[in-house]
């Protein structure tokens, strides 16, 4: 099963991250600034991540003005949206729980381990819908996006589990490339490695159902003849 990205727009988008990437660093260096958690799955690392995207879509259209408005305003219309993290939040934990619990039974998320990786994936999950509906507000004159892009997401959970797989073992051949074959046997280096391929995945699979989505509904609105060309 191949996780190379099908659609083109998806494709330049993210073409202009990897070759912005100082950028990015630049917005998880604000993000971090007074953050708590500075893990690589941690909020002000999603934020940063989604911040990112946001600006690859208003570069990928400079003559739109709702997404050269989303591009500018991410961080402000994520913060306004605190109160809608929370419902997401609670909602894909309860989804998560029900998810553990038909898979492994009762207690499976009882593990340690199992339970902080649950948690990120919860949170970066929350985060994502938050983005959704941060983008669709800046388009009102357009079909929503923010349902049909989760389904997308939520149709795909193999490739995007092995995508993560994927990831996460390419990160850890370059780390010991780098730095030796013991590189990745210490158990705090194999975890924030996981976490930065967790995340990375999640920001590519966004990318992708945010271009598959705006292409589907290009045309019928007002606001919906912006699928992105870079």
Do not use: K, Y
């Given at each position: 099963?191949?996780t190379r990205?099908?659609?083109p727009?998806?494709?330049?988008?993210?073409a202009w991250?990897?070759q912005?990437a100082?950028?990015a660093?630049?917005?998880?260096?604000?993000?971090?600034?007074?953050a708590?958690d500075?893990?690589?799955?941690g909020?002000?690392?999603v934020?940063?991540n989604l911040?990112?995207?946001a600006?690859?879509l208003?570069a990928a259209?400079?003559?739109?003005?709702p997404m050269r408005?989303f591009?500018?305003?991410?961080?402000?219309?994520?913060a306004?949206r605190s109160?809608?993290?929370?419902?997401e939040?609670?909602?894909?934990?309860?989804?998560?729980?029900?998810?553990?619990?038909?898979?492994?039974g009762?207690?499976a998320?009882d593990?340690?381990?199992?339970?902080?990786m649950?948690?990120?994936?919860?949170?970066?999950?929350?985060w994502?819908?938050?983005?959704l509906?941060a983008l669709?507000?800046?388009?009102?004159a357009?079909p929503?996006?923010?349902?049909p892009?989760e389904?997308?997401i939520?149709?795909r959970?193999a490739?995007?589990g092995e995508?993560?797989?994927?990831?996460d073992?390419?990160?850890k051949e370059?780390?010991?490339?780098?730095s030796?074959?013991?590189?990745?046997d210490?158990?705090d280096?194999?975890?924030?490695?996981g976490?930065?391929?967790?995340?990375?995945?999640y920001m590519?699979?966004?990318?992708?159902?945010?271009?598959e989505?705006l292409?589907?509904?290009a045309?019928?609105g007002?606001g919906?003849r912006e699928p992105?060309?870079?």
């Open positions: 099963m191949s990205p099908t659609h727009v998806a494709r330049a988008l993210l991250m990897q912005n100082p950028r660093r630049e917005l998880l260096d604000e993000e971090a600034q007074g708590e500075l893990s690589p799955a909020d002000a690392a934020r940063a911040r990112f995207v600006e690859a208003s259209s400079p003559a739109h003005e408005e591009g500018a305003r991410s961080s402000q219309l994520l306004e109160q809608l993290f929370e419902t939040l609670a909602r894909e934990a309860e989804a998560a729980a029900l998810e553990l619990g038909a898979q492994f009762e207690g998320g593990d340690p381990s199992s339970a902080a649950v948690e990120r994936r919860v949170r970066v999950g929350a994502r819908r938050v983005f509906d669709d507000s800046v388009r009102p357009a929503p996006i923010a349902d892009a389904q997308w939520v149709d959970q490739q995007l995508l993560i797989m994927n990831m073992r390419r990160a370059a780390e010991i490339a780098r030796g074959p013991d590189a990745v210490d158990a280096v194999a975890n924030r490695i976490q930065a391929a967790m995340l990375q995945a590519r699979f966004l990318v992708e159902a945010v271009a989505t292409a589907a509904t045309g019928a007002d919906a992105p060309a870079v």
